[in-house]
């Protein structure tokens, strides 16, 4: 270690100048000539022709604590004045004692922990003689100097330990000193607890408590009075600028013990956690303070963030997340106290979503009432209701689980969309209701929305209860439903000529019944155009569907009679040519309703079977597929085989009943359901 002079022995003061004058008179009457037992400060002086000491001063501290008897003498240190040419010939050597008086006086702050190891050693002798060495007069005086010695020492160390957190005042090497003495006299105040006699007055102080408290008052203090105040800005409030102040404060010094306070302490004292506590707890009771006396909307929601957000992310910070254990220390405010911010910060943020929905609500049924057509965009009519509702419904309750740190607490930011879904149902059921030229427009622009928001319900459900999903999802699904109803029944009224020569001898005997219904079909989809592209297939599916319901409806009416194989066969080949010729059609159109062809191809099946067992086992394959098939409708179906008795037909409907009991299944997609059979 490299010492300059003045930085030993501050010349700042009435007492080291005192000092000083003394220091530098030993150093010129001693020689080397003095006893070699004699442990002092060895000086190195060389001079020029003029007699003046050249170059700088060196100091150099060598190992002090190596045997007993070393350890009973002062400080040594090794002082080399040389006048710049560095000629060790012409170097005279001076020997310097500096006692354990003349560091405490000088403050000399480098140095505690040799201090306390002298101050340590005395009291040992003191109290290590028998009662008769010393006369009570003489040990009393030893006591009180000790005392003020000690008295002095720990000053130094408070005074030390207080620039723990100053980067422009800190020594690092005087910092370690004074942490390695408050070591020692923790270590020796233990001492004394395993002895029998009673222990100096100076030790019924404890040192790690005033280690301890000392760290405390200083954190206390700079957060009371951050070094960096806030900046004057009209949007900011005075709470949120004095928090911003304390958290910056907070970050900054624990970034400046992570990264220098901590070299000076031992991995176990754990100087890391034990800042980052006193932060914590500091910080946590100023905002309990703040948080007892009510906040505004802002101040509330600035403040849950904080805790919620802000503090989590600086202790998340690579440097300081491998040091401090965030953990441990919790949440800066008690759930007790969070709970009323929760609610306030959650009940406004259902107001402005209650609020801002009711007002796009609004706006399009303005637009509607006004007989305005929605916007058109490549060649579809759209609405911006779902897209902007959606927005911010996903940016509030993201946000939100973020600032209240619980994502199913935000979720009761969507309670309110029960009720705004059913307005908007509403809204939609008085433009069908109305007609107007208009209304069509605008429940083709209405399926976008409803698909929108059914996507979000399915693919985002951590945004919502679970009750609000599955009710929101049940009214979209009405409105489509309604919607495909209205959009759809011109089309079944034009196809009704068509409809009414299926299931007929016509229709057996002649392939252009069903070709002319195909036709008319393809005249009435024109009126269909104008939904976005996934919700123009799932109406093209949803007619798909309707068409084949009503093909078999008619079917089971039982129009035509199929008295033998070779017409039941015909029959079986018309319904397949049908199916094959339907799934082309509609799968141009866009259909993805494939699975209707299973259901005809089977009716189909049982028409041409002859044998019971066999036309047993199809029916029950048909009824398992499609649990809705009831005995009605088998029974419809067996009439038009007319050589099948009564008995058989029974015995059928038996054998399916019996099947359909042991699987206890539930329709996955209802379809005999919507076919009534007399």
Not at 480 to 508: F, I, N
Not at 544 to 553: A, D, G, K, M, P
Request: charge should be neutral; glycine fraction near 6%.
């Amino acid at each position: 270690m490299c010492l300059t002079l003045s930085s030993c022995f501050p010349s700042s003061t009435p007492a080291s100048s005192h000092f000083w004058s003394r220091f530098t008179s030993r150093l010129r009457m001693r020689t080397m000539s003095e006893s070699a037992e004699t442990v002092g400060l060895r000086v190195n002086v060389s001079s020029d022709q003029s007699g003046r000491p050249a170059g700088g001063r060196r100091f150099k501290l060598p190992k002090l604590w190596g045997g007993q008897k070393a350890q009973n003498q002062p400080v040594v240190k090794t002082i080399s004045i040389t006048d710049g040419h560095n000629s060790p010939k012409e170097e005279e050597l001076k020997t310097v004692v500096l006692t354990l008086e003349e560091i405490l006086q000088a403050e000399d702050v480098q140095h505690l922990c040799e201090a306390s190891q002298q101050l340590i050693q005395r009291e040992e002798r003191l109290y290590g003689e028998q009662k008769e060495t010393y006369s009570l007069t003489h040990h009393s005086e030893e006591e009180n100097k000790l005392d003020g010695y000690y008295k002095n020492l720990k000053g130094l160390v408070q005074k030390t330990l207080r620039l723990s957190l100053s980067p422009g005042e800190l020594s690092v090497e005087a910092l370690a000193s004074a942490v390695k003495a408050i070591n020692q006299e923790v270590d020796q105040d233990e001492q004394w607890k395993t002895r029998d006699k009673s222990s100096p007055p100076w030790r019924q102080d404890d040192w790690k408590k005033l280690h301890d408290s000392t760290l405390c008052s200083l954190v206390e203090g700079l957060m009371d009075n951050p070094s960096t105040p806030p900046p004057d800005n009209a949007e900011t409030s005075t709470f949120q600028a004095d928090v911003n102040s304390m958290g910056r404060q907070l970050k900054d010094d624990l970034l400046w013990v992570v990264g220098v306070v901590k070299i000076c302490y031992t991995p176990e004292q754990d100087i890391c956690n034990f800042y980052a506590g006193l932060y914590h707890q500091t910080f946590s009771s100023r905002l309990r303070k703040i948080a007892d006396f009510g906040l505004g909307d802002k101040d509330c929601t600035f403040l849950l963030r904080w805790v919620n957000e802000y503090y989590p992310q600086i202790l998340q910070k690579p440097e300081l997340a491998c040091e401090i254990n965030a953990e441990v220390m919790g949440k800066l405010l008690s759930e007790e106290l969070l709970k009323p911010l929760e609610e306030q910060y959650l009940s406004k943020q259902q107001e402005e979503l209650k609020t801002y929905i009711s007002r796009v609500l609004k706006e399009a049924e303005q637009k509607w009432r006004q007989g305005e057509e929605p916007t058109r965009e490549d060649g579809c009519f759209v609405s911006h209701v779902a897209y902007d509702i959606i927005q911010l419904l996903n940016g509030m309750v993201s946000s939100a689980g973020t600032i209240v740190g619980d994502p199913h607490k935000a979720q009761s930011i969507t309670c309110p969309l029960k009720d705004l879904m059913q307005s908007f149902q509403t809204f939609h059921n008085n433009i069908i209701k109305q007609n107007k030229p208009s209304s069509r427009p605008f429940i083709k622009a209405n399926l976008g929305c409803i698909k929108q928001f059914m996507e979000v319900l399915n693919k985002k459900g951590h945004l919502f209860q679970e009750d609000v999903r599955r009710i929101c999802l049940q009214v979209l699904t009405d409105m489509r439903e309604t919607a495909h109803l209205y959009l759809l029944k011109p089309v079944h009224e034009g196809l009704r000529p068509y409809y009414s020569q299926l299931g007929t001898s016509d229709w057996l005997n002649e392939p252009v019944v069903f070709r002319n219904l195909l036709d008319g079909v393809e005249k009435e989809l024109e009126d269909l155009q104008g939904a976005v592209q996934s919700c123009h297939q799932e109406l093209i599916g949803q007619l798909h569907q309707e068409v084949t319901v009503e093909y078999l409806r008619r079917l089971l009416k039982g129009k035509v009679k199929l008295k033998d194989k070779q017409q039941q066969h015909k029959a079986y080949q018309r319904i397949k040519s049908n199916t094959e010729s339907l799934q082309d059609f509609f799968g141009k159109m866009g259909s993805n309703e494939d699975w209707l062809n299973e259901i005809l191809t089977k009716v189909a099946e049982v028409l041409k079977l002859q044998e019971l067992p066999a036309i047993q086992m199809e029916v029950v394959s048909l009824g398992t597929a499609f649990p809705d098939l009831s005995e009605r409708h088998v029974s419809a179906l067996l009439k038009l085989k007319t050589n099948i008795s009564k008995a058989n037909r029974r015995m059928v409907k038996e054998t399916l009943s019996d099947n359909l009991k042991e699987l206890d299944a539930v329709a996955s997609r209802p379809f005999f359901s919507k076919i009534q059979v007399k």
